[in-house]
């Protein structure tokens, strides 16, 4: 069998979710069988590697995913592994056949089902993975699928609200342990499980080691119910039956338990794993073991009786010793087997009964004496009884206990404590057993009870089986097993135990002798304590934890409140600070702002211009409540940008910014026309004293910025495009070959959304109810005299001049500073201003343009410009040039960048006058004359 | 000159700033064109200031950063198209608000109590 059999372990029950979906319509029956396939074909692959794990060769089957993030779909499958892959699959399927018969006919049992090998999946995932992030993903799943299954019964608000709170806690804890994998892939320097594993030493020496381990704690303890993260799972108990049997006893609970033992040999062994580790094991088996004494509900003792010897396996985890870990492996076993089949019982004695209720179900021998007989074998292996499985392990635990521990003098209190726990072990499983079948004739119950259906019991039968064979021929049952599983968490060689019933008079023997009779002393008078502790409020941990969440969502609440407050200045404000704050801190590690580079002598008509453009900007803010001065001085500004553009050797940027400009004054002036002419008194002085402030700042730290730029030789890759601007595009001027060629898919991308934002625009316009004032901001009414003859005239006969212009700014592009942008301007700007001079109505008559079909064949063509290099087998967008000889013109280039930049030229065309064209007919169609001001 | 270019790059986007921190949407689009004056300023800057040296071949071997110009010139045309995009939705929000207020309301957000104590 070649290791790579692994993948199908985990892929097997994978595809089987999808089989009892299909197989639910042949009845119940076939259903299970057709769900039961593919999960015991996995068993079978495990089975297979039997030999290997005795013989300590684990098997590891790798797949590369992303390498180079260390991420590789991994598995591995040693004696921890294989041990828990058994349980898995093992018991999987006797819960298969146990919930054939205990759902009822209108359970979904195809979902059922799914949900329960889904779970079944993650589960192994979790225990065969060989890489952290896997583990962790597969860890997430088991979270996310205990959350489906309890919440089968979706209609009840108890298994909702349990799942929620099982989802919240495991979740939670889930993302902590995410966090402690990655500081370990810090750490170690890999994902990979076995090198984590192996670089124990170099994780125990680390600083981060406390945190690690915290995090890692989180996981498995919210995961594995351990005190305080305990009270999810007695919720989780509003779950079907099989589910508890399954998830909450023998396999989801335990993933917590798998981690620590997985990570025994990188985490365990210092002072502070056994403080925390051991005492919350201690903790979480004293607390379980009390509270499982006074629950009413049977899961619910059963629950708590799960969380007491989860806390005991944690216990002997944290004791770290050889020995200790071995008796915890031991009991992953025994405790899985009798817990489950505990369940089961528990779970026939409700569907044959009608309620879980000790109070009501009494005398059940009499009902169903074949049941009674299982379960009192399981509540035997529970309480630690000679003969029977659980005893076992209790003894090894007994005898750990009494090692000197890192207690120093207290060390003698574990010991106590562990007997305490045992006792009332004792008298919690006596309960079970009293209450349920002997103790007089049961009360009121919804059902007369009888003995559940043939096959239901075998599952418990098989269990309660193996808890007897394992309590008398443990070495021939599990010692290989058992050693396999055990070698693979300590890592070094086997203690020396022995697994026999009895080890001669001993203490340990004597601790269980007095446990026993401790327990049933304590549930003779039982009375008395149910007396004591009634006096406590018992706390509901649902509403509890509700309240939790709701205060946890108040104070989310408040901050969004805070922050997303409705208003934009708000929004804006917070973004100015954050940039503030994210410029300034790398700033403040800037020495000095001047660097190494020369500086330029200052030109005293450059500086003139500077100060005109500060005093023009500084207009804007002053008068701005002015709108219409306001935006002249703005204007002002803009014309100065492009005096610097074409100063600082920037032709091309110079006409842009020229021709843009005109279009955003037209463009800001049309605007004004619908909104009120001035800006109303700011009545806070406080706000703008802070929005000057913030200003002041922000300008500060650009204009520093820009400076310590400005004065450092920086290495650019400019060279690069002027080297190749001539040879590889065909132009000499360098930035317009950038734009049509170089980077000629950004500028694709740019017209795209200049087009877009023109329909955005012209869809906005379309449906825009109107409010068209009829005065100016003086109370004058609009000018009836609207097209100046002069104006008329003179624009006319520029027109053609313009075109003339803008077609051979088009031409010289690719050579001299010009372009489709700047040509497409220039056109826009002569047609806007026929608008201007002659009115909608005359240019209506003589241009019939489709804005909207002009950006759609600019588009086209710069498109299909891209596309044609395809067809030459160039990558998209790939310039082809060669020059030509025509008569009287003489030699002149031709080069498909030119086609590319026709389609940015009509786009911009398009889009200018579509924004432009269509607002200025909106004030002109519907004149404002009538209607007055609205 | 590089120290008057950076004073004016600052201003203008303090000037930007202030008026992007305003109430009213025509102002707040003064700001935000002021501001676009000050980026498009502040990223050709960052390829260092030349005289004299356009990015043409053929001329005297020195060329100022084309890449930085590129990027600026989409820069422009893009801004425009951002600009009438927030005029025009502000036009809109005019004429179905009934004011010119950016958050659509005339009463100011911050100093409402009852907002606050939301």
Request: neutral net charge.
């Amino acid at each position: 069998m070649s290791s790579s059999a692994l993948l199908w372990i985990v892929v097997l029950p994978l595809l089987g979710t999808l089989v009892p979906l299909v197989a639910q319509r042949w009845g119940k029956t076939a259903c299970a069988v057709a769900t039961a396939i593919l999960p015991a074909t996995a068993l079978l692959l495990v089975l297979q590697f039997h030999a290997d794990v005795v013989a300590q060769t684990p098997l590891t089957a790798s797949w590369h995913w992303i390498p180079s993030l260390g991420l590789n779909l991994s598995f591995h499958l040693d004696g921890l592994g294989f041990l828990f892959a058994l349980l898995i699959l093992g018991i999987g399927l006797l819960v298969i056949l146990y919930a054939r018969y205990y759902l009822s006919d209108e359970d979904p049992m195809g979902r059922f089902y799914a949900y329960l090998i889904l779970f079944m999946t993650a589960m192994l995932g979790v225990v065969l993975s060989n890489n952290l992030i896997q583990l962790w993903m597969f860890w997430e799943l088991t979270s996310v699928s205990s959350f489906l299954l309890i919440s089968f019964w979706s209609h009840r608000s108890d298994a909702r609200r349990g799942a929620r709170m099982a989802l919240a806690i495991t979740g939670a804890g889930g993302l902590a342990l995410l966090a402690g994998l990655l500081l370990i892939g810090q750490v170690v320097g890999s994902f990979d499980l076995q090198t984590v594993l192996a670089s124990g030493a170099l994780v125990r020496a680390h600083d981060a080691y406390p945190v690690i381990l915290g995090l890692i704690l989180l996981g498995a303890f919210t995961k594995s119910a351990q005190f305080p993260f305990h009270f999810w799972l007695p919720h989780a108990m509003a779950a079907p039956t099989p589910v508890s049997a399954y998830l909450h006893s023998a396999t989801m609970v335990k993933a917590g338990i798998f981690l620590l033992a997985r990570f025994f040999p990188v985490l365990a062994g210092t002072e502070m794993w056994f403080l925390v580790v051991g005492l919350t094991g201690l903790a979480t088996l004293l607390l379980g073991a009390y509270t499982a004494l006074f629950k009413h509900d049977l899961k619910g003792l059963l629950a708590y009786s799960t969380i007491s010897h989860l806390g005991l396996i944690t216990l002997l985890l944290g004791m770290h010793s050889e020995l200790a870990a071995v008796a915890a492996v031991f009991h992953i076993i025994n405790h899985a087997v009798f817990k489950a089949s505990l369940f089961m019982a528990a779970g026939i004695i409700d569907h044959e009964s009608g309620t879980r209720d000790m109070r009501k179900l009494n005398g059940l021998w009499n009902y169903m004496p074949h049941t009674a007989t299982l379960a009192m074998v399981a509540s035997a292996s529970m309480a630690g009884i000679p003969l029977f499985n659980g005893f076992l392990s209790k003894e090894m635990f007994f005898a750990e206990t009494l090692h000197p521990g890192a207690l120093g003098s207290l060390s003698w209190m574990i010991p106590v404590f562990a007997t305490v726990g045992a006792a009332l072990s004792v008298a919690y499983s006596v309960r079970f057993i009293h209450d349920v079948f002997f103790n007089g004739e049961p009360i009121d119950l919804p059902k007369t009870p009888h003995e559940p259906p043939r096959y239901m019991k075998v599952p418990v039968e098989i269990l309660v089986a193996l808890c007897i064979l394992v309590g008398i021929f443990p070495e021939f049952m599990v010692g290989e097993l058992l050693a396999a599983a055990s070698q693979s968490v300590i890592r070094t060689e086997l203690p020396e135990y022995g697994l026999s019933i009895w080890h001669g008079f001993n203490l340990p023997l004597m601790m269980s002798l007095a446990a026993v009779i401790g327990g049933a002393f304590i549930y003779y008078h039982r009375g008395t304590l149910f007396q004591l502790q009634a006096q406590f409020p018992e706390r509901d941990m649902k509403a509890e934890f509700e309240k939790g969440v709701v205060a946890l969502l108040g104070v989310a609440h408040r901050i969004m409140a805070w922050i997303d407050n409705g208003s934009l200045q708000r929004y804006s404000l917070l973004l100015v600070l954050a940039a503030i704050v994210m410029l300034a801190a790398p700033l403040t590690g800037l020495v000095r702002a001047l660097g190494d580079k020369s500086l330029m002598p200052v030109d005293p008509f450059a500086a003139i211009a500077g100060f005109l453009l500060c005093v023009s900007a500084l207009a804007t803010v002053v008068l701005h409540r002015q709108r219409l001065v306001a935006l002249l001085m703005l204007s002002v500004a803009g014309l100065i940008v492009s005096m610097a553009f074409s100063y600082f050797s920037a032709p091309d940027l110079a006409l842009t910014q020229l021709t843009v400009e005109v279009v955003t004054i037209v463009l800001l002036l049309l605007a004004l026309f619908f909104l009120p002419q001035s800006t109303p008194k700011e009545t806070d002085p406080r706000r703008i004293a802070r929005d000057l402030g913030l200003a002041a700042i922000a300008g500060g730290i650009i204009g520093t910025l820009s400076y310590a730029l400005m004065t450092r030789s920086l290495d650019s890759i400019a060279d690069y495009f002027v080297a190749n601007s001539k040879t590889g595009g065909g132009g000499t001027n360098v930035v317009n070959v950038i734009l049509v060629d170089f980077r000629g898919f950004d500028t694709l991308g740019e017209i795209t959304v200049l087009g877009i934002a023109a329909l955005g625009i012209f869809g906005l316009i379309s449906r825009m109810p109107l409010y068209l004032p009829a005065r100016d901001a003086f109370g004058n009414r609009w000018s009836n005299d609207v097209h100046p003859m002069m104006l008329g005239m003179v624009s006319r006969w520029l027109l053609p001049m313009a075109l003339l212009v803008s077609v051979f700014i088009f031409l010289r592009g690719h050579n001299q500073p010009g372009g489709g942008f700047i040509a497409g301007l220039i056109t826009a700007i002569a047609i806007l201003q026929q608008y201007i001079a002659n009115g909608v109505e005359w240019v209506r008559g003589r241009l019939r343009i489709h804005y909207a079909a002009m950006i759609g064949t600019g588009l086209g063509i710069a498109l299909f410009s891209g596309v044609g290099s395809w067809f030459f087998g160039r990558p998209f967008l790939t310039t082809w040039f060669d020059y030509f000889s025509w008569p009287v013109v003489g030699k002149f280039e031709l080069a498909s960048a030119m086609v590319f930049d026709l389609g940015v030229y009509l786009t911009v065309i398009g889009a200018t006058l579509m924004i432009l064209a269509n607002l200025g007919e909106l004030s002109t169609r519907h004149r404002p004359d009538s209607r007055g001001e609205s | 000159m590089e120290g008057v270019y950076a004073v004016c790059v600052g201003l203008l986007t303090a000037c930007g700033i202030f008026l992007l921190l305003r109430r009213r949407t025509y102002t707040v689009v003064l700001g935000i064109t002021l501001l676009s004056y000050a980026v498009n300023l502040f990223l050709f800057a960052s390829g260092g200031l030349k005289l004299n040296a356009a990015a043409i071949l053929g001329g005297n071997g020195d060329f100022a950063d084309p890449l930085t110009q590129a990027l600026v010139l989409t820069a422009i045309v893009i801004g425009f198209a951002m600009t009438a995009f927030i005029m025009v939705l502000a036009m809109v929000a005019r004429a179905e608000m009934g004011n010119d207020h950016v958050d659509g309301t005339d009463v100011d957000h911050e100093r409402t109590p009852e907002k606050e104590a939301q």
